[in-house]
């Protein structure tokens, strides 16, 4: 009893404990001193809870933040689960002297072994062997040694949010399923990819860049908006010589003009009006491109995640079997089958395995972050991410099956690449953006040719106002009349001849932007068929490997069951046993990697191919099918 008390409260640290314990017990045992003293020295209280029905459990649990189930060894299945559904919704860490079946069904913790039920029989199989071969049975030894052995629901300690100390986890034996039951949103692909579009700080940059552009396109524009001014005046003339004026230059006056400009033909104005129209197409290429990328990245994101659970998941089950081959060779030793040496390696094999599944838990959480970064959500925030197969969901709605089946048909294969890489330059949006840049660059060269030889046109006009006239030459001589309001209107004609060889200079600085762009654009079209040719080989390798590795994989883990049961009977060695366990981690780790690691490859082709089949309609992927029908049908 001490000794399970101390490790229940090395997990939550509670303050008031409910201890369960069927009620004919309590009317037996002189429970009260035994747990006076035990809870006593840990520094807490308790609440004895007698029971005879879970509902007399359920109703007395108020005041308590940890339940230690002491009894119910009697209790129904049904009325455990029960039992532990209540005490999840409540919060409340449980430890139970049960064995592990209870620990499975959603209790927290116990400190029995699965081993102790075990060594109970063997110990009666022994006795009984020993008094038939006669030896007398007062003779014979009723002790077991059990090995305790703290075991913990994974998913009910998350939930109730008491943190696994490291230092536990090498004498811990875990239960439950790598899922994040406290997961605030659990994400499937389409999900994430959508959040990412919508939330994502780059992507939402380079949005800005393209309304940036769109303003670029507003100013250009303006230069065929009317301008209008106004201006007032205060003005203080010589006396002398506002005299000498005759009333044209009083020595005080105030007075107000309103002008008014406007462009009717401007070359200049028009080749930027060209330019930044096709610039700004350029922009909104290259916030597409972004689109793509971070599709591609959310995916891979999401993928990566799915890759480490899995890992952390079959390093768990790799425990667990380094425990079982444990348990093998220390039943060896203890028969004389195997030296101690096996099962010292053994218990280094449970340690090195464990720090693998702790390092493999925390790299699933270092996944998170990075999904959690591109879908900008809080860093802390709780997420989880749901399986996904290529023949199943999603990925069986849109037919990546027959994608598979293209790729696996030798005959198919080389026309379906150069058909994927003729619609991946029609799609590119870094080649569209090449495109609108060398639209605007051969605008620049027709404005700085020809086009410099074109007038520019404007119209002008003002309208003059004086409101006041005093001082000296304020009057007039007789005669002469002053007008106090005037206006003129202008047609403006001007055409430029020499401009310092300006126009020359920037003519050839434009042809050479072109050239280098025709250069930029040769290399990205390289770029994606030797992008696509690349990844359509990584796909097939995938093909293979998915199909491999399920053979690998059954065939690992059937030799080592035969190892398994051959190490035990003493017909093989420990060497033999840890190869078997090696392949078979192995085997696991490719298997599952391999269905994952083809969708990241498709994707891939797919973000080369500017066109995402998940992202678009039944309608719009047929007619992708029946242009390749019909490029087929061409090469025939």
Do not use: C, H, W
Request: proline share 3%.
């Amino acid at each position: 009893m001490k000794k399970i008390s101390r490790n229940s409260r090395t997990l939550p640290n509670f303050e008031n404990v409910g201890i369960v314990i069927d009620a004919p017990i309590v009317e037996i045992l002189p429970l009260k001193e035994t747990f006076n003293k035990e809870i006593t020295a840990l520094g807490a209280n308790y609440k004895l809870i007698p029971f005879t029905t879970v509902q007399d459990i359920t109703s007395n649990l108020e005041g308590i933040d940890a339940v230690y189930m002491a009894g119910g060894f009697f209790l129904s299945r049904e009325e455990k689960k029960q039992l532990a559904d209540t005490f999840l919704q409540a919060k409340l860490p449980s430890f139970t002297v049960n064995g592990t079946e209870d620990v499975k069904d959603g209790i927290m913790a116990t400190y029995q072994s699965d081993d102790n039920l075990d060594q109970f029989f063997r110990r009666i199989a022994l006795t009984i062997e020993a008094y038939v071969t006669g030896t007398p049975l007062s003779e014979l030894p009723v002790y077991i040694d059990y090995t305790p052995r703290l075991t913990i629901n994974y998913n009910t300690a998350e939930t109730i949010g008491v943190p696994i100390k490291y230092s536990l986890v090498g004498q811990t034996d875990f239960v439950g399923e790598f899922k994040n039951v406290i997961s605030e949103k659990d994400y499937d692909l389409l999900t994430a990819i959508n959040d990412a579009l919508e939330n994502n700080l780059s992507l939402g940059s380079n949005q800005k860049d393209v309304e940036l552009a769109q303003q670029d396109v507003k100013s250009a524009n303006s230069n065929y908006l009317p301008s209008l001014t106004a201006a007032g005046t205060a003005t203080y003339v010589d006396p002398d010589a506002a005299e000498a004026s005759a009333g044209a230059n009083p020595e005080f006056s105030t007075g107000a003009n309103i002008t008014l400009s406007q462009t009717l033909f401007s070359e200049a104005a028009n080749a930027n009006i060209s330019i930044q129209k096709s610039l700004q197409k350029a922009q909104e290429a290259n916030f597409n491109a972004a689109e793509l990328d971070l599709i591609f990245d959310a995916s891979n994101a999401y993928f990566n995640a799915l890759i480490l659970k899995v890992n952390a998941q079959i390093q768990s089950r790799n425990v667990t079997l380094t425990k079982r081959n444990l348990e093998i060779a220390e039943q060896n030793f203890e028969a004389g089958q195997s030296g101690k040496s096996d099962m010292l390696r053994f218990r280094s094999e449970m340690a090195q395995n464990t720090q693998s599944m702790v390092e493999a838990v925390n790299q699933l959480e270092q996944g998170f972050l990075v999904l959690n970064q591109i879908l900008n959500n809080p860093v802390d925030l709780e997420i989880d991410v749901e399986d996904v197969q290529f023949n199943e969901g999603i990925f069986e709605r849109y037919n990546y099956e027959e994608f598979f089946d293209l790729l696996d048909n030798p005959t198919l294969r080389e026309p379906f690449i150069d058909f994927l890489i003729e619609e991946a330059y029609k799609n590119a949006p870094e080649l569209k953006s090449l495109d609108y840049n060398l639209l605007a660059t051969e605008r620049n060269i027709r404005l700085n040719g020809y086009g410099r030889f074109l007038p520019t046109l404007a119209l002008q006009g003002q309208y003059n106002s004086t409101f006041s006239r005093s001082g000296a030459g304020s009057t007039p001589p007789p005669g002469v009349s002053l007008l106090d309001n005037t206006y003129n209107a202008g047609l403006n004609l001007s055409i430029p001849i020499v401009n310092q060889n300006l126009s020359n200079i920037n003519r050839q600085t434009a042809i050479i932007q072109k050239e280098q762009l025709e250069i930029n654009k040769k290399n990205v079209e390289l770029g994606i068929a030797v992008n696509i040719r690349t990844a359509i080989l990584n796909l097939v390798n995938q093909i293979s490997n998915i199909q491999l590795s399920q053979i690998s994989e059954e065939t690992a883990e059937e030799a080592l069951e035969l190892t398994q049961a051959s190490y035990s009977s003493g017909a093989v060695n420990i060497v033999q046993l840890l190869d078997a366990q090696n392949n078979y981690l192995n085997a696991q780790l490719a298997r599952a990697n391999a269905t994952y690691n083809y969708l990241i490859n498709s994707l891939q082709v797919e973000r080369f191919l500017g066109y995402y089949f998940l992202l678009n309609s039944e309608e719009n992927n047929n007619e992708f099918r029946q242009r390749f029908f019909e490029y087929l049908n061409t090469r025939n």
